[in-house]
């Protein structure tokens, strides 16, 4: 059973998106377990003090590491087990579908600690087992670099997608993008579909998507053509673990 915990101090952000569409089915269905942890309730004080003022002085505040760590730790005490903790964060490697797969075999839950305002205490990331981006872009919070963990590593469970077939021919799956999909009508404003794949020979359908899926990863990213030449590597290495 996949089970992801996610520690954030927005809870709510995730309600609509949890309870609708397939995602919603699959945790209806049990297939996956998605929990929320605020690690609010672990703050200092009777105001929850979660942030503090950066040391060396600078704009924005830091989230301090007790109240997180307090309440990493407290739901793996709940659980009787260690998780693997994920902090999110935009100072790492961008998450791919490499790693969507790698989580979806993980035989304990997947923590995914969510920042806000400057980020985090830089001691935070001593305590994690890996740290994963979305992209070179910058967020208000993790949550929805979080959602977007779930979501791409539910689809990979079984029957949560209805046609499993799907899943194979993706994007990032053989390393290269998906060829293109046309459906009706025929004609629209000029631009016609490639007359091969409405003939119906199979085999001339397979080499057409083969060629155009090759010819669109060339044209838009040809960075995965020559891996290890601009994007950086392929899969995430846990970092080394300096506490437990
Ligand atoms: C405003 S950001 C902090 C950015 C940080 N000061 C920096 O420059 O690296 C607040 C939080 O949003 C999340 N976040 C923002 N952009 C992200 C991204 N591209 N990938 C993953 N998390 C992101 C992280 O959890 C981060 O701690």
Redesign the pocket.
């Known amino acids: 059973m996949t089970e992801f915990w996610i520690f954030t101090l927005y809870p709510e952000l995730f309600d609509s998106y949890l309870g609708s569409g397939l995602l919603g089915r699959a945790l209806e269905d049990g297939k996956l377990v998605v929990a929320r942890h605020n690690f609010r309730d672990f703050g200092l004080g009777k105001h929850k003090k979660v942030d503090d003022t950066p040391y060396g002085g600078g704009a924005?505040m830091v989230?301090r590491p007790e109240p997180i760590l307090e309440a990493l730790e407290a739901a793996e005490a709940k659980a009787g087990q260690r998780s693997h903790r994920i902090?999110?964060?935009?100072?790492?490697k961008a998450y791919t579908q490499a790693d969507a797969h790698r989580l979806a075999r993980m035989d304990r839950p997947v923590a995914l600690?969510?920042?806000?305002?400057?980020?985090?205490d830089e001691r935070v990331g001593s305590f994690m087992d890996e740290e994963?981006?979305?992209?070179?872009?910058?967020?208000?919070?993790?949550e929805?670099?979080a959602m977007a963990v779930v979501e791409s590593v539910a689809r990979l469970l079984p029957q949560v997608i209805g046609n499993g077939e799907s899943l194979v021919c993706e994007s990032y799956e053989s390393g290269l993008l998906e060829y293109g999909h046309y459906t009706k009508p025929l004609v629209f404003r000029g631009l016609e579909v490639p007359p091969v794949l409405a003939g119906g020979d199979h085999k001339k359908i397979e080499s057409w998507r083969t060629a155009d899926s090759r010819q669109t990863t060339r044209l838009k990213r040809p960075d995965l053509l020559n891996p290890g030449q601009g994007k950086g590597p392929e899969s995430l290495e846990p970092l080394e673990k300096d506490h437990e």
């Open positions: 924005g989230l902090l999110v964060t935009p100072r790492a600690v969510c920042g806000r305002f400057e980020g985090f994963l981006s979305l992209g070179d872009f910058i967020m208000m919070g993790g929805v670099a």
